[in-house]
């Protein structure tokens, strides 16, 4: 039989929540945004035994899943990615041109449970207001504060953790890019560029076939992935169709374990 008391109640979560946060305050990698391109960057990179945490602003995980098509519970995937997502115990249904459409709740449960059971830990309600940066040339950490206080715009001071890679997983505004090209002065993503296009118009396959090759790093210690890759890129949206999203989170994945490897040789 339990003892209940509302100062044991408090006790235990302000001291778990410390010790869980205490942990993560070096990581090997840092994801802003658990989408399906976060989640599958989280899963993989998880599994090779590396130390991972997920930062989602808002209370949920599973980003622009849930929404299916125009509120449509419904997903698409394409047949690249139907062997990663039946991997993860989620059922697809076959239809004509190698297309198959799964259920968003089984799809954002499941991947969250194998994010999870890999050992990556997931922060929701915490978003990433900025990056930690070393000698203006390399990223090296993220700076994180409640989404509730972005929300209400109070003034309070952020929290900084180390990590040796940032995956920008934040969807169409590819906010953590963005951010890094707006503050630090003469910032140049890999390809010169100086600023985020943002994401072209609809085109469902071009839109899907850009997503892995646009999933790169883009500054030192930091890959873009997901939809924040084509928009870093001028990649094309592609509606309610998610197999480039997993897709990309997995080449995010590679990208950002090579980068652990450099930055702990450099160390
Ligand atoms: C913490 C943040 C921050 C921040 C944002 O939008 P997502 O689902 O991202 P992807 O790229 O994995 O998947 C994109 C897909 O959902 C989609 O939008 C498609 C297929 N669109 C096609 C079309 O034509 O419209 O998830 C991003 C997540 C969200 O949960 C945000 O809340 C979160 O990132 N987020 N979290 N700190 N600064 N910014």
Redesign the pocket.
Known sequence: MSRVSEVLISKLIVETFSSRFAECLHLDVAI????????QAAIDLARQGLKVAV????L??????WGGGMLFPRIVVQEEAADMLRGLGIDLTPHEDGLYTADPVEAVSKTTAAALDAGATIWVG????DVVIRENSRVAGVV?NW?AVELARLHVDPLALMAHCVID?????A??TR?LLAKVAGARLCDGRETVPG?QP?WAEA?EAALVPNTREVYPGLVV?????NAVFAGP??????G??FL??RRAAEIAAQVVSREKMNA
């Open positions: 802003a945004g658990a989408g399906p391109s976060g989640m930062f989602e602003r808002q949920h995980v599973g980003g622009g899943i915490m978003a990433v207001e994180t989404g997983a934040t969807g169409h505004h906010e953590i951010r994401e609809m839109g992935a997901g939809m924040a890759a949206r592609m509606g309610a169709i998610f480039g999203m990309s989170g």
